[in-house]
């Protein structure tokens, strides 16, 4: 049996929560996704929140709480999701690829500086594999700042927690983000002030929120994300201990950092189509980090964003999700300390 680099973490609980909501009158959006909201306000600390059925239609309506203007540029990172780009172009604004450095795959303070002189609308942090970088410095260049914390869920940098900067936060709740519920994210705003521009949308129609089957599923993920954060650092810790023995490197952290351990990626200094291969004749996928993202998948031109394009070819996932056998830990542990 194939070790797939992903699987959605489904549990009896989560299970029992769908089944109460689909025995009930309505399915739609109602007591449940006001209860996963609620709940999540618990991690979060928001304000206020809107419980949307997709990351698509949440950057949409940030986007539009902003007022966005067309024409106007949205700062991107290389290795944002693609669905980024059409939501930009579709609302007829402008995205302005940013490049990530070598050591995180992030957006630096230099790298976006650099944009200002185009008065952008806003800028969206996509909180890559997990990663959580400084975002304060954006209050003194005036712009306001779109959180995807839709990977980073449970990471920290220092006292400040993934998600919780920023003027609005997205927290996707797709099959491979950290908080799962099949589809769907929540739109927040930390502050009452960030708070009443998305008050101002009005009603919106039943069609953008999130029903209730996928709420009653998310929320029981929210109360057991602290069991499903440890099991992924114990899993991580193993593998970890395994590369050093390699060539490969990681992702360089900060000290105060505290990774939530979204996935255990390595970037490869010999040929990631040779590990690839070595992992199939294991019987372990090996995945690219981003291949789906505005980078990797070539929406972006290598030479505009060298950096992002030089980890895109070359950064690989192994298995890492908390359902994972020990057995099947170990055995990817063994491939991790033998790679090519």
Do not use: W
Not at 23 to 36: A, N, S
Request: aromatic residues 8%; contains cysteine; glycine residues 8%.
């Amino acid at each position: 049996m194939k070790i797939e680099v992903y699987s959605p973490t489904i549990r009896r609980k989560e299970m029992d929560a769908v089944l109460t909501a689909m025995v009930e009158d309505r399915i739609g959006p109602g007591e449940h996704t006001q209860f996963l909201v609620s709940t999540a306000k618990e991690h979060l600390g928001f304000d206020f929140c809107l419980a949307l059925r997709s990351p698509a239609v949440a950057l949409e309506l940030a986007l539009e709480a902003l007022g966005a203007e067309k024409g106007r540029g949205v700062i991107v990172s290389a290795l944002s999701p693609l669905y980024y780009e059409r939501v930009i172009r579709t609302m007829g604004l402008v995205p302005l690829y940013c490049d990530t450095s070598m050591d995180l795959p992030l957006m630096s303070q230099a790298k976006i500086q650099a944009f200002m002189s185009s008065n952008p609308l806003c800028m969206i942090y996509h909180e890559t594999l997990g990663y959580v970088g400084e975002t304060d410095y954006a209050a003194e260049l005036g712009i306001p700042v779109i959180v995807d914390a839709s990977q980073s869920f449970g990471s920290a940098l220092g006292e400040k927690k993934a998600g919780c900067s920023g003027t609005f936060g997205i927290l996707g709740l797709e099959e491979r983000d950290m908080i799962t519920s099949g589809g769907g994210a929540l739109l927040y705003a930390r502050t009452r002030r960030d708070g009443s521009l998305l008050r101002d949308l009005g009603e919106l129609p039943p069609e953008y929120s999130l029903p209730d089957m996928n709420a009653a599923m998310a929320a029981v993920q929210f109360r057991e994300s602290g069991k499903n954060l440890e099991k992924r650092r114990e899993i991580a810790a193993v593998y970890r201990n395994a590369s050093l023995q390699t060539r490969h490197r990681h992702f360089t952290q900060k000290e105060e950092f505290e990774y939530n351990n979204y996935v255990f990626s390595l970037v490869i200094e010999t040929g990631a189509k040779d590990v690839k291969a070595y992992a199939r004749r294991k019987e372990i996928i090996v995945e690219e980090a981003f291949d789906a993202t505005l980078s990797g998948s070539g929406v972006i031109p290598a030479a505009q964003c060298p950096g992002a394009s030089s980890l895109a070819l070359r950064t690989l996932l192994f298995p890492l999700y908390p359902r994972l056998a020990s057995s099947h830990a170990e055995k990817v542990a063994k491939l991790v300390m033998t790679l090519p």
